[in-house]
């Protein structure tokens, strides 16, 4: 059974950091691309970062680049999401995926709010 299953989201400060993590199980991880997503109230669902299957091309959008770094652990089935310098337009819930060829997969979501 494929499994996505986020954590590390909550409340925290502007300026404050995260770190979100995704445990994947059921599927042969380390082939597969992986990205962050997220979604704010009333928005469409937008791409954060993905990272390639072997780690070494990672891509940002825009609104995160030198604030956000994503990582994978291919032993440990893990892809993270270091969120530093958070605003208040990063509060969304945060999903991963996986991707390789037709095959992808979503996972369930962690909020992450961003408030003073």
């Known amino acids: 059974q494929v499994q996505l299953v986020e954590s590390g989201g909550g409340l925290v400060q502007p300026g404050g950091s995260l770190r979100l993590s995704c445990a994947a199980s059921?599927?042969?991880?380390?082939?597969?691309?992986m990205s962050w997503y997220r979604q704010a109230p009333g928005k469409e669902r937008e791409l954060v970062a993905t990272?390639?299957?072997?780690?070494?091309?990672?891509n940002y959008a825009d609104s995160v680049k030198g604030r956000f770094t994503i990582s994978r652990d291919n032993a440990k089935n893990t892809v993270y999401l270091q969120m530093n310098s958070l605003k208040p337009e990063d509060t969304a819930v945060y999903y991963c995926?996986?991707?390789?060829?037709?095959?992808?997969?979503w996972g369930q979501g962690t909020q992450v709010t961003v408030s003073s």
């Open positions: 995926k996986a991707l390789w060829f037709q095959y992808n997969y």
């Open positions: 059921g599927f042969t991880f380390s082939r597969y691309t």
């Open positions: 990272i390639i299957s072997a780690g070494a091309v990672t």
